[in-house]
Antibody
Framework: QVQLVQSGAEVKKPGASVKVSCKASGYTFSDFYIYWVRQAPGQGLEWMGKINPNGGSTNYAQKFQGRVTMSRDTSTSTVYVEVSSLRSEDTAVYYC?????????????????WGQGTMVTVSS | EIVLTQSPGTLSLSPGERATLSCRASQSVSSSYLAWYQQKPGQPPRLLIYGASSRATGIPDRFSGSGSGTDFTLTISRLEPEDFAVYYCQQYGSSYVFGQGTELEIK
């Protein structure tokens, strides 16, 4: 079945970096955009950016420009998000999600498959 | 950037009742690129509606979406116990923005 499986929880100190992975299975990896969304404890959803697994081009939310890097490894059908210069406000659950339709049909799309989430805690 | 405002913040209803959730955009949402998600505690969001009114795969027909331009509505015709959750709207026509959410709680 189509699924996205994310890496486990992380605890980091302020100023450090964290890299979260999201492994796709059950579909052709390069055919669908992958998005990253985060959710601080008790808060709403915040879009961070998207990556095209075919070629690796990225589009980041302005808030995260310069501090977030998304990448992919086509050999393992895995995408990554790395957040640098962590601060306490980055404490959140980080989700990857797949676009609903093939990327050549729609460049903007709703998110139909989600990973289980990865809790990142930033604390000294 | 488009801002989405959801109302009410909390909606208290009983199973069997009808729920109406609102999502208002600060600017017109292009091509009705408006989605609704349901989220339960400890779970990722689940896509319910895309394109303002199309149900996602496997979503029961008691969920329906409507609206265009700046005003959108999610309606749950007869609430089931499993429908009590937080609901988010999202626009995906111009970047990607979520509303702040509506909590649907059991009365």
């Amino acid at each position: 079945q189509v699924q996205l499986v994310q890496s486990g929880a992380e605890v980091k100190k302020p100023g450090a970096s964290v890299k979260v992975s999201c492994k796709a299975s059950g579909y052709t990896f390069s055919d669908f955009y992958i998005y990253w969304v985060r959710q601080a404890p008790g808060q709403g959803l915040e879009w961070m950016g998207k990556i095209n697994p075919n070629g690796g081009s990225t589009n980041y939310a302005q808030k995260f420009q310069g501090r977030v890097t998304m990448s992919r490894d086509t050999s393992t059908s895995t995408v990554y998000v790395e957040v640098s210069s962590l601060r306490s406000e980055d404490t959140a659950v980080y989700y990857c999600a797949r676009g609903r339709t093939e990327r050549w049909l729609q460049s903007h799309d709703a998110f139909d498959i989600w990973g289980q989430g990865t809790m990142v805690t930033v604390s000294s | 950037e488009i801002v989405l405002t959801q109302s009410p913040g909390t909606l208290s209803l009983s199973p069997g009742e009808r729920a109406t959730l609102s999502c208002r955009a600060s600017q017109s949402v292009s091509s009705s690129y408006l989605a609704w998600y349901q989220q339960k505690p400890g779970q990722p969001p689940r896509l319910l509606i895309y394109g303002a009114s199309s149900r996602a795969t496997g979503i029961p027909d008691r969920f329906s979406g409507s609206g265009s331009g700046t005003d959108f509505t999610l309606t749950i015709s007869r609430l089931e116990p499993e429908d009590f959750a937080v609901y988010y709207c999202q626009q995906y026509g111009s970047s990607y923005v979520f509303g702040q959410g509506t909590e649907l709680e059991i009365k």
